[in-house]
């Protein structure tokens, strides 16, 4: 399953990222965005992991304070091209 994780710290890093997820279950992937121009992480990213783990990470991570900012945690929708 493909998690959204939104706002988080600036600072976060993909290690950081990984290591909140990891209690509920192997992570797959860590997906951080950056701006394309500048580089500069833009507060949100993806983190796949299985169906199981995903579930109780959603719910145990979603609003919770991180970094001193309550993060946005819920299964990740398609991506629409248009």
Do not use: Q
């Not at 992937?29 to 579930?55: H, N, P, Q």
């Amino acid at each position: 399953m493909n998690i959204y994780v939104g706002n988080l710290s600036r600072s976060t890093t993909a290690e950081d990222t990984r290591k909140l997820f990891e209690p509920y279950g192997e992570v797959d992937s860590v997906d951080l965005i950056t701006d394309r121009y500048s580089g500069e992480f833009r507060g949100f990213g993806f983190v796949g992991m299985g169906d199981k783990g995903a579930r109780e990470a959603i719910v145990a991570l979603n609003m919770k304070e991180v970094g001193g900012r309550n993060i946005k945690v819920n299964e990740a929708k398609p991506r629409v091209h248009t």
